[in-house]
C-alpha cells in the first residue's frame, strides 16, 4: 500500500461548484498535512497546511483533516475557472530526518 | 519569470542542474515529479549541509554553496531519470514552512 493515495482525477466542474479533494494516508508517524496548486509549467505552490484533527479554513479553502481515518480533504467553495490545476496533498512526519511524501495529484478543471 | 527549461542528455551522460534560491532563504530542497511516480523528495540542504535525503540512488547528489545557491548532479543517466526537476527554497528548514518552487528543468534522456 502506497503511503499516500490520491485520486488523480480528472476533476471537472462547473463554476461555482463546490469541489472535494482528498487523499488518504497510511503512517501514523505523519503529523503534518499540506496542500500544494500547480499551474500547468509551473513550480506548486503551497495552499495550505495544518497539523491537527479537525478544519482549518482560509477564504474559499477549507483543509479537513481525520487522523482517526488517516484522511485529508480540500474543499474548495465558489471554484472559478482560476482554480483550474493540479492539486497535490503532501504530508509529513517530523524531526530532523523528516520524510516528506507527496500524493501523485488531482487535475482539477473548472469550467466556466 | 522563466518558464520551464529543457535540457536533453543521452545515457550514461551526467547533467547538473542549478537553483538560485530567493534572496535571504538557506534552505533548497530538490524534487523530481513524473507522471508515474508524482512528485518526490530528492533531498534539502541548508547552509551548505544535507539536512536530508529521500530514498534515491547515489548517482543523485548535491550540494549547496556559500551564497544558498544549489546544484543537483545526476550520473550515469538513465532513460528512468526522465523527468521534471524541481528545486524550492525556503528561509528555514525541515519541508514545514512555505516552499518556493521555480517552474524546474525537464530533462530528457534518451
Same mark, same amino acid.
Given at each position: 500500500?502506497?503511503?499516500?493515495?490520491?485520486?488523480?482525477?480528472? #476533476?471537472?466542474?462547473?463554476?461555482?461548484?463546490?469541489?472535494? #479533494?482528498?487523499? !488518504?494516508?497510511?503512517?501514523?508517524?505523519?503529523? $503534518?498535512?499540506?496542500?500544494?496548486?500547480?499551474?500547468?509549467?509551473?513550480?506548486?505552490?503551497? #495552499?495550505?497546511?495544518? $497539523?491537527?484533527?479537525?478544519?482549518?479554513?482560509?477564504?474559499?479553502?477549507?483543509?479537513?483533516?481525520?487522523?482517526?481515518?488517516? $484522511?485529508?480533504? #480540500?474543499?474548495?467553495?465558489?471554484?472559478?475557472?482560476?482554480?483550474?490545476? !493540479?492539486?497535490?496533498?503532501?504530508?509529513?512526519?517530523?524531526?530532523s530526518? $523528516?520524510?516528506?511524501?507527496?500524493?501523485?495529484? !488531482?487535475?482539477?478543471?473548472?469550467?466556466? | 519569470?522563466?518558464? +520551464?527549461?529543457?535540457?536533453?542528455?543521452?545515457?550514461?551522460?551526467?547533467?547538473?542542474?542549478?537553483?538560485?534560491?530567493?534572496?535571504?532563504?538557506?534552505? +533548497?530542497?530538490?524534487?523530481?515529479q513524473?507522471?508515474?511516480?508524482?512528485?518526490? @523528495?530528492?533531498? /534539502?540542504? @541548508?547552509? /551548505?549541509?544535507?539536512?536530508?535525503?529521500?530514498? @534515491?540512488?547515489?548517482?543523485?547528489?548535491?550540494?549547496? @554553496?556559500?551564497?544558498?545557491?544549489? /546544484?543537483m548532479?545526476?550520473?550515469?543517466?538513465?532513460?528512468?531519470?526522465?523527468?521534471?526537476?524541481?528545486?524550492?527554497?525556503?528561509?528555514?528548514?525541515?519541508?514545514?514552512?512555505?516552499?518556493?518552487?521555480?517552474?524546474?528543468?525537464?530533462?530528457?534522456?534518451?
Open positions: 500500500q502506497k503511503e499516500v493515495e490520491q485520486d488523480p482525477g480528472p #476533476l471537472s466542474v462547473p463554476e461555482g461548484a463546490i469541489v472535494s #479533494l482528498n487523499c !488518504t494516508y497510511s503512517n501514523s508517524a505523519f503529523q $503534518y498535512f499540506m496542500w500544494y496548486r500547480q499551474y500547468s509549467r509551473k513550480g506548486p505552490e503551497l #495552499l495550505m497546511y495544518t $497539523y491537527s484533527s479537525g478544519n482549518k479554513e482560509d477564504g474559499r479553502f477549507t483543509a479537513q483533516v481525520d487522523k482517526s481515518s488517516k $484522511y485529508i480533504s #480540500l474543499f474548495i467553495r465558489d471554484s472559478q475557472p482560476s482554480d483550474s490545476a !493540479t492539486y497535490l496533498c503532501a504530508i509529513i512526519s517530523g524531526g530526518n $523528516y520524510k516528506l511524501t507527496f500524493g501523485k495529484g !488531482t487535475l482539477l478543471t473548472v469550467n466556466p | 519569470k522563466a518558464g +520551464v527549461t529543457q535540457t536533453i542528455k543521452t545515457r550514461g551522460q551526467q547533467v547538473t542542474l542549478s537553483c538560485s534560491p530567493i534572496s535571504g532563504h538557506r534552505s +533548497v530542497s530538490w524534487y523530481q513524473t507522471p508515474g511516480q508524482g512528485l518526490q @523528495f530528492l533531498f /534539502e540542504y @541548508f547552509s /551548505e549541509t544535507q539536512r536530508n535525503k529521500g530514498n @534515491f540512488p547515489g548517482r543523485f547528489s548535491g550540494r549547496q @554553496f556559500s551564497n544558498s545557491r544549489s /546544484e548532479n545526476v550520473s550515469t543517466l538513465e532513460l528512468g531519470d526522465s523527468a521534471l526537476y524541481l528545486c524550492a527554497s525556503s528561509p528555514t528548514s525541515g519541508g514545514l514552512g512555505t516552499q518556493y518552487f521555480g517552474p524546474g528543468t525537464r530533462l530528457l534522456v534518451l
